[in-house]
T-cell receptor, first 113, second 117 residues
Framework: GESVGLHLPTLSVQEGDNSIINCAYS??????FIWYKQESGKGPQFIID?????DKRQGQRVTVLLNKTVKHLSLQIAATQPGDSAVYFC????????????FGAGTRLAVHP | EPEVTQTPSHQVTQMGQEVILRCVPI?????FYWYRQILGQKVEFLVS????????KSEIFDDQFSVERPDGSNFTLKIRSTKLEDSAMYFC???????????????FGEGSRLTVL
């Protein structure tokens, strides 16, 4: 979803469920994508990345899916834990640029026990 | 684990005053950045810096802003005459270009909160 000012879209899940956070990126020339997690009052923290020559990449409990046809990224978190509660941002890197990341609007993940 | 460090963590200033935010990037990184985040909003690109010069800047980064790498370790953001709307969290980041010119991960500091009164 799109963020509107202070009102970030929120995904609420039960502890132990799987979470899927979606992101639409803006530039078809982007060739590198990162998901960042941001806890309250802290800086963005790297979760997982993917290059445009791949459509799926797995990490520990996380999977990123890339659909270049519709310029869509998703982050799947397996067995969501309370410590996963944060705001999640996707970021894209424009090909040929100076490694500049452009951030998406963000989604707040709220994990309930 | 190497990290990006930023000081101060919080600065309160009067409108019209000059502010300098400081960052120590990760030592072997070559690209340095400032981003800003207004409360509750997304992280916005301000400026990137490579080879001792600005490589790109956003429309936010007007003449009131400047960056400097005064020595081999520090990277600073100066706001010459602060405005109320400059109140935000400012993040420093650093990164590498990988072999073949491929983009690599950016590492972010914990941020400096600027409050302009």
């Amino acid at each position: 979803g799109e963020s509107v000012g202070l009102h970030l879209p929120t995904l609420s899940v039960q502890e132990g469920d799987n979470s899927i956070i979606n992101c639409a990126y803006s530039n078809s020339a982007s060739d590198y994508f990162i998901w960042y997690k941001q806890e309250s009052g802290k800086g963005p923290q790297f979760i997982i990345d993917i290059r445009s020559n791949m459509d799926k990449r797995q990490g520990q409990r996380v999977t990123v899916l890339l659909n270049k046809t519709v310029k869509h990224l998703s982050l799947q978190i397996a067995a969501t834990q309370p410590g996963d509660s944060a705001v999640y941002f996707c970021a894209e890197n424009f090909s040929g640029g100076y490694n500049k990341l452009i951030f998406g609007a963000g989604t707040r993940l709220a994990v309930h026990p | 684990e190497p990290e990006v460090t930023q000081t101060p963590s919080h600065q309160v200033t009067q409108m019209g005053q000059e502010v300098i935010l400081r960052c120590v990037p990760i030592s072997n990184h070559l690209y340095f950045y400032w981003y800003r985040q207004i409360l509750g909003q997304k992280v916005e690109f301000l400026v990137s810096f490579y080879n001792n010069e600005i490589s790109e800047k956003s429309e936010i980064f007007d003449d009131q802003f400047s960056v400097e790498r005064p020595d081999g370790s520090n990277f600073t953001l100066k706001i010459r005459s602060t405005k109320l709307e400059d109140s935000a969290m400012y993040f420093c980041a650093s990164g590498l270009l990988l072999r073949g010119g491929r983009a690599g991960e950016l590492f972010f500091g914990e941020g400096s909160r600027l409050t302009v009164l």
